[in-house]
Structures are given as structure tokens and as C-alpha cells.
């Protein structure tokens, strides 16, 4: 049985090759990467494909060696997730969004 939520925690470590033209010399983590760190992770609890993104909104920078913590919410043909990093002590939303669900 497939869980109505789930979290995970990732990060991206300082020598990653997709930091290395993201940004020179003051470099931050790719939207891309985090979103697919969170359609592979909703692949592999729900067993369903991904089959688009309908909104995804990112709302602050992720740094290198930073660790999120992904909520994601499962519903009959979506999922909802928020990203979120710990600064000075206090979460900070970093994205925010849904994806399509496919069975497979």
C-alpha cells in the first residue's frame, strides 16, 4: 500500500559535476536535479510514472552541501511536494509544486 506522505532528506555535494556551469565561482543547485530527485523518489514508493510537472515553483537558491528536506503528498493522480533547507535555525521553503501520476 502506497502512503498518503512520505519524506526524504538530499543534498548535493560541493564537487558535483552539474555545479560546474551553474553557476562558476558562486555556484547553486539546479532545479532539474532537485526535481528529479523528487520524481525518482515518487517513481519508486508509488510505483506509477511521473507524466508531467503542472506546477513547479522555486522560491530560493539551494547551495551545494546544503541538505532539503522533500514533504511529498500523495493523491489519486498527483502529488504535491515541498522542498524545504534549514537556515538560521527555521525552515525555508526552497519549491514548491505538483506532478502528474501515471499508472504503470
Known amino acids: 500500500m502506497t502512503p498518503a506522505r512520505f519524506q526524504f532528506r538530499c ?5 558535483h559535476p552539474a555545479l560546474a556551469g ?5 555556484p547553486i543547485v ?3 536535479w ?3 530527485r ?4 515518487v517513481q ?7 507524466g508531467g ?3 513547479a515553483k522555486f522560491v530560493a537558491a539551494l547551495l551545494p552541501r546544503e541538505q532539503v528536506e522533500i514533504t511529498c503528498t500523495i493523491g489519486d493522480r498527483h502529488v504535491g511536494f515541498r522542498i524545504e533547507v534549514q537556515r538560521e535555525g527555521a525552515p525555508t521553503p526552497v519549491a514548491f509544486g505538483s506532478l502528474a501520476l501515471q499508472p504503470s
Open 11 to 15: 543534498g548535493v555535494a560541493a564537487d
Open 22 to 26: 551553474h553557476f562558476p565561482g558562486a
Open 30 to 32: 539546479p532545479a532539474v
Open 34 to 36: 532537485l526535481l528529479d
Open 38 to 41: 523528487v520524481i525518482a523518489e
Open 44 to 50: 519508486r514508493i508509488t510505483g506509477c510514472l511521473v
Open 53 to 55: 510537472v503542472p506546477q
